[in-house]
């Protein structure tokens, strides 16, 4: 459930570059930066709101 989209596109923009810069293809680095700007919509804040890594990969890992 959505509470609070701000700073979604940022979190969006960092997963993107990060999944980059550590090798991954762009349809992978896609995925994984939608990942996290999703989690972080569930949750209201800013930077607050950024889901961890782990959290991520949790996210992605029961979705494959």
């Known amino acids: 459930e959505t509470v609070d989209t701000h700073g979604a596109g940022d979190v ?4 993107f ?3 980059l810069a550590e090798g991954q293809g ?3 680095a896609i995925r994984f ?3 996290a700007a999703a989690l972080k919509c569930t949750r209201f804040g800013g ?4 889901p961890t890594r ?3 990969e949790r996210f992605l890992a029961g979705r494959r």
């Open 12 to 15: 969006w923009h960092g997963g």
């Open 17 to 19: 570059a990060l999944a």
């Open 26 to 28: 762009e349809v992978d």
């Open 33 to 35: 930066a939608s990942a």
């Open 47 to 50: 930077r607050s709101g950024a």
């Open 54 to 56: 782990g959290e991520v």
